[in-house]
């Protein structure tokens, strides 16, 4: 099983960035997928979560009207557009498959500054 985080990087207040996580080793169309994202300090928060077939969707409210996720069951991934991007979006940014297991990717930094 792998989940591969990428798309993160450094970008300046108002930027946007658009993460991919892609799934390998399960069937990927059965589970729900979430964005975490983890800051120095903080403990990891729920960003956004999509059901298993991408009909529901919910965002923390930190990040509503900015951020969208969605997935491709064909291709195994699920993304976040990230919009009007601020410093305190920085964080590592996971992503997560939830079903009768759940799995963690690696992470993926995003940083948010000038």
């Known amino acids: 099983v792998q989940l591969v985080e990428s798309g993160g990087g450094l970008v300046q207040p108002g930027g946007s960035l658009r993460l991919s996580c892609a799934a390998s080793?399960?069937?990927?169309?059965?589970?729900?997928m979430g964005w975490y994202r983890q800051a120095p300090g903080k403990e990891r928060e729920l960003v956004a979560s999509i059901t298993s077939a991408g009909g529901t969707t919910n965002y923390a409210d930190s990040v509503k009207g900015r951020f969208t996720i969605s997935r491709d069951n064909d291709k195994n991934t699920v993304y976040l557009q990230m919009n009007s991007l601020r410093p305190e979006d920085t964080a590592v940014y996971y992503c997560r498959a939830v079903y009768l297991l759940n799995y963690w990717g690696q992470g993926t930094q995003v940083t948010v500054s000038t």
């Open positions: 080793g399960f069937t990927f169309s059965m589970y729900a």
